[in-house]
């Protein structure tokens, strides 16, 4: 593997390097960088979201620019105010030892003055928004006459979003001997065609098979009726307690409509799109990176800009006009080494989208049933059972103890347990002991996954809960085949695995029932103990299974306050960063800062539930006793 010293980068960019503790060039920096210092040609990339496509075209720039002059030299391109900003952010920290380097970023919903006068004072790189770009150039504030470097960054995504008329326009006020480097996720049509129009034999390069998607994201797809879909959205909220996602609409109308309806019912949700305001999306998207939100519903245009990197799930509400958008969607997760999910409800009249996706993505999905009530009631129970048993111990509690003792002390330990944990119990199973199943049959496509288990009723079945999770480094895959390595089963022997943050679930035929119990007796995997139990749930019900006999609620309203806003994930941490995270915003939340979460996306009125962080927001659930 070579360094970016062998790449050819010179000393000021290798401190800079160093100092942002890259170590090795990911591959589309080690095709593109060497090509682009050495050569005069116009270039195309394609490579997935996360792989480093700014460094691999920024540092090129950089190297070649001259930053004794005072001419704009380089001119970027990119869909999206938000990964404008982040581009140039990049750029100066990649040139923070190129002294004089002015990079100016251009975008709408800024004033347009300022933006002028930092390019008058010699920005030679322009990090720059299609339209304001366009309107720049028309009102004379800025000149591009003489650059030598244009990119067009996320080109698809800024076709996609319609500014081919605004990249022509500009482009046809740069030099014809120019170098035009084309960066994308994908290669469309439309793509290929500006590179036929607007580039010179430009060399090409691909990282990864063309269009496919990132391995660290399984692909799972749930169908419902149309009208369910809401209450989908829900459940599969429920059933991850830990769920820190980016939900996807197709309309800004949807997009602010399904936010306000899981604020409504007291989730931790805020909306992003393209009606709001900038200071209100700059709120919602420091919230969401504070994890003060947990689910972001957005537009996929909204979207394009998140470069969150600890995102665990991805939920399709309806799939894209174009499939080709739902590489990028799913590209928000599984980002920086980690795994992710990327969940799709369909109704039956989009299944067949489905197969349409596999083929772009080149991997399957996995049909999974929407959860049913009694199983999300097990999911939260044991979540918040695995958080209390790694609390740390508040000792501010022990001059408090007696006083609890002599309440408690007719109680034994059972009972006491009961208690407590029916504190947060009960309010699920309240509201969902009466829920319906949400799930369709698919006669197109579940035989060929699912072997007709599915119809086959879940009396023959048996569903284990292992404690083991995603914190343990599993997906649903791995799980998979963890167990069926060391229990020495076939292929279909393990199914329905539902992989949590610290433990999950899986199904075997109750044949084996005893088999794998006695394996899991005593068994200690990377020297800790593996425990196996049957659950009380069945998951993914058989579909002749619970009904609500016919007395179905209206909206299958509200479990209040099953939220929080946050305090969340304080155990998930599977690397420093979420730890320290976490430990900031304890902070913040001492220091009572409500009104902040409040205008987050947060609902007042909503009394929210804590996890393990029933501990954090005690004094808001008390309040709500009051
Ligand atoms: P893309 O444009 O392909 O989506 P980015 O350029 O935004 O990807 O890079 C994604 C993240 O990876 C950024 O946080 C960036 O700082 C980081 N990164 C880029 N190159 C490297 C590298 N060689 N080593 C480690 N981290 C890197
Ligand atoms: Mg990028």
Known sequence: MSTFKELGLNQDLLAAITDLGFETPSDVQAKAIPILLEKDTDLVALAQTGTGKTAAFGFPMLQKINIDSRTTQGLILSPTRELCLQITNELKLYGKYCKGLNVTAIYGGASITDQARSVKRGAQIIVATPGRMKDMISRNMVDISKIEFSVLDEADEMLNMGFYEDITDILSHTPKDKNTWLFSATMPKEVSNIAKKFMHSPIEITVGNKNESTNQVSHEYYLVNARDRYQ????????????????????????????????????????????????????????????????????????????????THVINYQLPDEIETYTHRSGRTGRAGKTGVSMVIVSKSEVRKIKSIERIIKKEFEKKEIPDGMEICEVQLMSLAN????????????????????????????ELIKKFFSVEFTRFFNYYQKSKDLNVSDSSRGSERDSGRDYGGSQNETRYFINVGRKDGYDWMKLKDFLKEVLELGRDDVFKV??????????????????????????????????????????????????????????????????????????????????????????????????????????????????SSSVSDRPRRSRRRD
């Open 498 to 611: 539902d992989v949590k943050d610290s433990f999950s679930f899986f199904n075997t035929e109750k044949e084996i029932q005893e088999k794998v119990l006695a394996f899991f007796t005593d068994f200690k995997h990377e020297g800790r103990f593996v425990n196996v139990e049957v659950s009380e749930d069945k998951g993914g019900r058989s579909r002749g299974g619970r009904r609500d006999g016919g007395k179905r609620r209206r909206n299958d309203s509200k479990p209040r306050g099953e939220r929080r806003s946050s305090g969340r994930r304080s155990d998930s941490g599977s690397g420093n960063r979420s730890d320290r995270r976490s430990s900031g915003r304890r902070s913040d939340s001492g220091s009572g800062n409500r009104s902040d979460r409040r205008s987050s996306g947060g609902d007042s009125r909503s009394p929210r539930r804590t996890e």
């Open 232 to 311: 989908a959205l829900k459940r599969l909220s429920d059933a991850n307690p830990d769920i820190f996602s980016v939900i996807f609409c197709r309309t800004k109308r949807d997009t602010q409509k399904v936010a306000e309806n899981l604020i409504e019912d007291g989730y931790s949700a805020g909306a992003l799109h393209g009606d709001l305001s900038q200071n209100q999306r700059d709120l919602v998207m420091k919230s969401f990176r504070n994890k003060q939100i947990q689910m972001l519903v957005a537009t996929d245009v909204a979207a394009r800009g998140i470069d969150v990197d600890d995102i």
């Open 387 to 414: 958080k209390i048993h790694n609390t740390e111990i508040n000792h501010e509690i022990d001059k408090y103890l007696d006083s609890i003792n002599t309440l408690f002390s007719d109680t034994d330990k059972d």
